[in-house]
C-alpha cells in the first residue's frame, strides 16, 4: 500500500482501490488530494495487473462529502483564487475521466456536491442503500463550473439536474438516485463492500483491450457525430482482432473453459 495522510492506493490482485482519507470529515477532498490524483492514477493506469479501478472513501460515514470547506477562507477567497484551485483539481478529475480502465464508484453514506462530481466521472456507480446525494452548491452562493453541470445533465437530464441544484437538497436516497440513472445499482449496506468486490473481479476477468475499445467506444458515440475520433476506434477495434487476447478467447471458447487473457 502506498499511503498519505489523505489519499491511499491500495492493489489488490487486479482490483485498484483509490480511498479518499479524510474520515474526520467525511472525507472531504481537500487540494492535496487533487495534486496526489494523477500520479496515483498513472501508476494504476500503467500497471499491467490490474484491470479495474474502484473509488471509495474512508471510515464509515461517507463516499466523499464534497470539497473541503476549511481551506475556502484560504485557498479560495476569491475567483483568482478559484480559478487556481480549478485548475489543480481539474487535473485530478481530468486524469480520473481518462483512465482507460473500467472505474468504479463505491457509495455510501454520504456522496453530497465534489463527491457527486467524481461519482459522475466513473464508469459505473453502486451504491448502498443508506447513501445520500446532492449538490449543495446554492446553500453557498458559489458558480458551478458548466462542465461538471454538463456530465450531471447527460447522466440524468435537464429536468433532474435543474432540481439537484435548483433544491439544493442532500437527502436524494440511493432509491432517488437510482431512479434519476444517477447510480447503476443498490445493495443494502453491509453487502456492498464484497458486492463490489465481486462485480470488479466479474469485470478485470474479461478482456481488458475489449474493456478499452469498450469505454473508448461510449465515450466518443456521446459527443456529436462531427466531434468523434472513429479513426480512434478503429484501431483500438483492430488491436483487439490482432491480439493474443482473441485468440485466447476463441480458443477458450471451444474448450469449454474460462479464458485466461494477458491484455496483449
Not at 38 to 49: C, M, N
Not at 168 to 195: C, I, K, Y
Not at 227 to 251: M, T
Amino acid at each position: 500500500m502506498t499511503e498519505t495522510p489523505k489519499l491511499l492506493v491500495e492493489k489488490d490482485g487486479p482490483i485498484g482501490w483509490i480511498i479518499f482519507n479524510q474520515p474526520e470529515k467525511r472525507n472531504a477532498v481537500s487540494q492535496e488530494m487533487w495534486e496526489l490524483m494523477p500520479d496515483y492514477v498513472h501508476d494504476l493506469a500503467t500497471d499491467d495487473a490490474i484491470r479495474v479501478v474502484v473509488l471509495r472513501g474512508a471510515g464509515d460515514q461517507a463516499f466523499v462529502a464534497g470539497a473541503d470547506i476549511s481551506q475556502f477562507k484560504d485557498r479560495r477567497r476569491n475567483m483568482a483564487d478559484e480559478e487556481e484551485y480549478r485548475r489543480i483539481s481539474g487535473r485530478g478529475q481530468d486524469a480520473l475521466a481518462a483512465l482507460s480502465k473500467p472505474l468504479l464508484a463505491m457509495i455510501y453514506g454520504y456522496c453530497v456536491g465534489g463527491g457527486v462530481s467524481i461519482a459522475i466521472t466513473c464508469d459505473i456507480r453502486l451504491a448502498a442503500d443508506d447513501a445520500r446525494f446532492g449538490v449543495p452548491a446554492a446553500r453557498l452562493g458559489l458558480g458551478y463550473h458548466y462542465h461538471g453541470m454538463e456530465k450531471l445533465m447527460k447522466l440524468v437530464g435537464p429536468a433532474y439536474t435543474k432540481e439537484i441544484f435548483f433544491t439544493a437538497r442532500t437527502d436524494f436516497s440511493a432509491q432517488d438516485a437510482l431512479r434519476m440513472g444517477l447510480v447503476n445499482q443498490v445493495v443494502p449496506r453491509g453487502e456492498l463492500e464484497r458486492f463490489t468486490r465481486d462485480y470488479a473481479l466479474t469485470i478485470a476477468r474479461n478482456a481488458p483491450l475489449t474493456l478499452r475499445s469498450a469505454k473508448a467506444t461510449v465515450e466518443q458515440l456521446v459527443k456529436p457525430a462531427g466531434d468523434r475520433d472513429l479513426a480512434l476506434l478503429d484501431k483500438l477495434i483492430a488491436d483487439c482482432f490482432n491480439s493474443q487476447d482473441y485468440q485466447e478467447g476463441v480458443k477458450a471458447f471451444s474448450e469449454k473453459r474460462r479464458p485466461q487473457f494477458r491484455g496483449r
